[in-house]
Nanobody
Framework: QVQLVESGGGLVQAGGSLRLSCAAS????????LGWIRQAPGKEREFLGV????????GYPDSVLGRFTISRDNDRNAVYLQMNSLKPEDTDVYYC???????????????WGQGTQVTVSS
């Protein structure tokens, strides 16, 4: 069992930055891919990327490539989403996820946080 708690969401102006944090707890966290997805009401969920125990973040979609970066601190059992050059279309609820395999299929991520709202004003 893995528990995930997100923080760091809020309201930001277009062009600004936010960093989301996700505190993970549970056993064998080194075996899990940790990352982020986002979803707004009425919109499709979007996979943003994940990081394994080591190695770079992978899976960034074109919509965030070059603007968003996922990092992981294994000592703190945390994963972060640094979001720069934010746009109004980035307004969403952002969820931290954990899964045992790398996949862009969101159903493969067994554990989800409660989500944190990010609102980007124009």
């Amino acid at each position: 069992q893995v528990q995930l708690v997100e923080s760091g969401g809020g309201l930001v102006q277009a062009g600004g930055s936010l960093r989301l944090s996700c505190a993970a707890s549970g056993r064998a966290l080194n075996t899990y891919w940790l990352g982020w997805i986002r979803q707004a009401p009425g919109k499709e969920r979007e996979f943003l990327g994940v990081r394994g125990w080591s190695g770079p973040g992978i899976g960034y979609p074109d919509s965030v490539l070059g603007r968003f970066t996922i990092s992981r601190d294994n000592d703190r059992n945390a994963v972060y989403l640094q979001m720069n050059s934010l746009k109004p279309e980035d307004t969403d609820v952002y969820y931290c996820v954990a899964g045992l395999v790398y996949s862009k299929n969101l159903d493969d991520y067994e554990f989800w946080g409660q989500g944190t709202q990010v609102t980007v004003s124009s």
